[in-house]
């Protein structure tokens, strides 16, 4: 069984996404983490992740890279959202989410464009969202519960560029797949968010 999670930052996807692969024994993979890998490793060397070809350079990431903490920071998130653009990065990254997806006894994914390119074909495919200011509140309880300082203006405005440049990328931009289960999680809290999640995937299969 393939379950694609989509949705915009800090919509919830990736608690959601983690918490179904624990539910049906799945492996999953967090895509966001390949994309800041690409664009940690552009900033490691001092490149520009605007310019096509180093953004390209950097999907040679060392594995290693994937559990370095400084992924998880709000520049990373910025970093990897601009190198998330071009469509040479998205191919290079593509096999390796599409081998995982693939594996024997299926897989949970998370990202922006499962169920759309990744794995059209998944067996069941959400999209989780919530409004801008839900999901910056969460973000901003998380940054501070990692001892990054932003106000929660910043973290709404970064939030609105991100979710603009992810929607109107011409590679692969976040859009709702046809047939997706749309799950809302505005009013929902982290527990009431996975059953919701557990019951579309048990309804849907
Ligand atoms: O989900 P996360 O915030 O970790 O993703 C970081 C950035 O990587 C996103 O803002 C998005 O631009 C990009 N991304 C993407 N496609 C994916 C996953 C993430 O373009 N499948």
Known sequence: MIIAVDGPTASGKGTIAKALAKHFGLPHLDTGLLYRAVGYQVSLYDGDPDDPAE?????????????????RSEATGGLASRVSVHPGVRKALLERQQAFAGQPGGAVLDGRDIGTVIAPNADV???????????????????????????????????????????????????????AYVLDTTALDKDASIAAAIDAVLEAT
């Open 55 to 71: 953004a390209l350079a950097a999907t040679r990431f060392a594995d290693e890279l994937l559990g370095h903490p400084e992924l």
């Open 125 to 179: 495919k959400l999209f989780v969202t919530a409004s801008v200011e839900a999901r910056a509140q969460r973000r901003w309880q998380e940054m501070r519960d990692r001892g990054e300082s932003h106000t929660l203006l910043e973290i709404e405005e970064d939030l609105r560029r991100r979710d603009e440049r992810d929607r109107n990328r011409t590679a692969a931009p976040l859009v709702v797949p046809d047939d």
